[in-house]
């Protein structure tokens, strides 16, 4: 039987079975396996686990237990100084796999993506020695080249000449024509040590494979220059050459559209994607927004000159907020649309809103209410409550105690948080034109810096992005979401609300001495068929209320049990008159006597 060829220059890779169980080794092969991807060597004396897991599917059973019977799987001897140590199998033969994944499988007694899981000593994972897989037909890419060095090459070099390139002094010459990832990073190793830092060298390897290899023949491509973007589309394969002064050693031939677009004027969505801060950036998520600024006539003039068929897509849907409905505004018993449709208007111009007053007044049933309307439904709407211990890796992201539930083994895992996981949903393909909300409930009760961290620059600068702190992305806020909070202003005042929270959201009060909550109860109370009594009780505690922010909302008289017999007493006693003791703690006030059902009946005409 003759040996399985090797794939050359890739090195071997391991797994390390959880609880210090064992190490299983192997290594890639030239041969595909019936999947496209080629095919893996599990080494003889490697250890896999001896359990197959809920998340191992029928093949890869199948598989372990011919490989049992076959005895190319052996018990590994019990180790009697650990007697709570999971049951391993020891490899008595090198076992050829259909593909990395199949073999990860097999290690690890569940499905597991074998580009990921195995690793060279170094670290790195087998991903980065296979060639490019599947990748969209046409894909949309920025490459800066406006400070290079201290030079302006899309005004001096790109569009005289017609290229794109990098700067790549160092760079030895590639042969290959697709590098892998990990044969770039071996010319990079070589070319620039001591030139650049780790940092600087793995962000150039990067770069270099999404020029060299990601990007094809009628991609598009963008550049900026003295303010204004220049789109193109790529007509040439890769080219390394020597370049006097170091700043363009690998370039590409481009066809570029004679019209640029100033900054300022470009859509939101663009000029997000175009502040991530790298040299190579993918923009394939605004293809649809890149084609609309070339216009069909030159779009198909590109797509020609770049040996790819013009494509006319439909005019990407605009993102809007749905008018305000008279239905609406009777639902929810506003007294005039009017005041509505200024809370939509807010939205559309700060895309961040708080409600805020004293208790009872309704500012979280409007929020959810509100939200759900504008944007279609609750679907498209997440709601949290914040609380003193709610911290950025609660809210955004952060490194959690995730267990696995096959292996039972807990570690801390990047996790996404409330906000990541809906601005994630809303800038996918397909809901960028739909209002996404994120209500907020007692937005005041956390450290409000601390939990915004650095989102608080991305709540005033829609078209930027940031670093973020643990994942390293650069991250925008999609221009789709919108934030509505609510502040209670019995537990702390606005005043107390930092000067950069107060300048990214419009904050309207809801106050049971004004409109739409002034007369809210008596609507209610009007349409439910009941008499008028308790919304004259309700303001006439008001009235003898010397602090506004102490006020007493119509809510608490809005619920079927207060209209039971007894229960309008029953509320009075257990719901708002404790509310009043606890304001007027120490005062030696006699709450009963100034704010009961009695003493406010006598004030009634």
Known sequence: ??????????????????????????????????????????RKGSVVAA?????????????????RAGGALVDVPADPRLPQAPRRWVVTRDIECNSSSAAAALVYGYDASGPEAWRTAQGHPL???????WRAPRKAWLVRGSNVSGHNLVRRLWLTEGVVSLPAAHLPPVEEADPTKSTLRRFVEDGYEGAASYHQKRGLVDELHAFLTQMRVGDT?????DGRL????????????????????????????SRSHAYEELPEEVQQKLSVQHDVVDLTGVLEALDELTGPRERTALAASGEAPAVERPAPRELSLPDISEALAEDLLVHDRAWLDEMRELLVDERQLVFYGPPGTGKTYL???????????????????FHPSYSYEDFFEGFRPVEDPETREVAFRLTAGPLRELADLASREG?????????????????????????????????????LTYSGDDFPLPPNLFVIGTMNTADRSIALVDAAMRRRFAFVELSPRTEPTA??????LEREGRGPEPARLLDALNSRMDDADFAIGPSYLMKPGVYRDGGLERTWRTKILPLLEEHHYGEGLDVAARYGLDALREQLP
Do not use: C
Not at 17 to 38: Q, S
Not at 221 to 225: H, M, R, S, T, Y
Not at 367 to 384: C, D, F, S
């Open 431 to 467: 809901n960028r034109h739909v209002p996404h909300f994120l209500v907020i409930d007692e937005i005041n009760r956390a450290n409000l810096a601390k939990v915004f961290g650095e989102l608080y620059f991305l709540l005033e600068y829609r078209d930027r992005s940031v670093r």
């Open 367 to 385: 929020a959810m209410k509100l939200a759900e309307y504008l944007g279609g439904g609750p679907e498209q709407v997440k709601i949290v409550q």
């Open 127 to 133: 991903a980065d020695y296979l060639s490019t897989g």
């Open 221 to 225: 491509v963008a550049g900026i220059g």
């Open 51 to 67: 359990e197959a897991w809920p998340g191992l599917g029928d093949h890869g059973r199948r598989n372990r237990t011919e490989l």
């Open 519 to 524: 007369g809210l109860l008596a609507r209610w």
């Open 1 to 42: 039987m003759s040996q399985p060829e090797l794939l050359p220059g890739a090195p071997e890779f391991r797994i390390a079975l959880p609880k210090d169980g064992g190490t299983a080794r192997g290594l890639l092969l030239v041969e595909f396996g019936n999947n496209g991807t080629h095919k893996f060597l599990l």
């Open 230 to 257: 220049h789109v193109g589309r790529i007509t040439g394969g890769a080219v390394q050459s020597s370049s006097p002064d170091g700043l363009s050693n690998v370039r590409r031939t481009v066809a570029w559209s």
